[in-house]
């Protein structure tokens, strides 16, 4: 495992002038926003957070149980990917976005191991994995960027 943890997050402009001269070799990227500004910047055993929220970041992974439920994840997910009654329009370990609906046998959110219906969409953007915007049928609009932890307007 690396022990770098890409981060991002909004500050003000005076907090990223003092974030910066103390720790300039930990940015990856910057935008000015206005009065504020986005810093995507790395995290490791020299916490960077403590800087910005006080609290201790620590990583407890388990690398063989980690990768051994991607794994399965997968090989599960791959009947989706390999299938040509549908269109795949994206996929992630626990998700997909298909152009029809799954038949009745694979969708149960009751019972483990099979999908959940949790939308049905009008229009999807997919941009990177775990980067995409989506309008739902009753006009609910969802996002996800990865590493950002805010609420975009």
Known sequence: MIHTFPNITIMEMSDFIKFESNFSDDIMDFVPLDEKVMVIYRTH???????????????????????????????????????????????????????????????????????????????????APKVYYLETEDDKIIYKVKGLNMKLN
Request: hydrophobic share 40%; no cysteine.
């Open 45 to 127: 055993q020299k916490d960077v957070n403590t800087l910005l929220d006080g609290h201790k970041e620590t990583h407890n992974v388990s690398i063989s149980i980690a990768a051994a439920i991607t794994a399965y994840a997968r090989i599960h997910m791959s009947q989706f990917k390999n299938n040509n009654s549908f269109n795949l329009f994206y996929s992630d370990t626990d998700s997909v976005y298909i152009d029809k609906p799954l038949d009745d046998s694979l969708v149960n959110d009751k019972i483990l191991g099979k999908l959940k219906l949790e939308n049905i969409i009008k229009k999807g953007i997919f941009l």
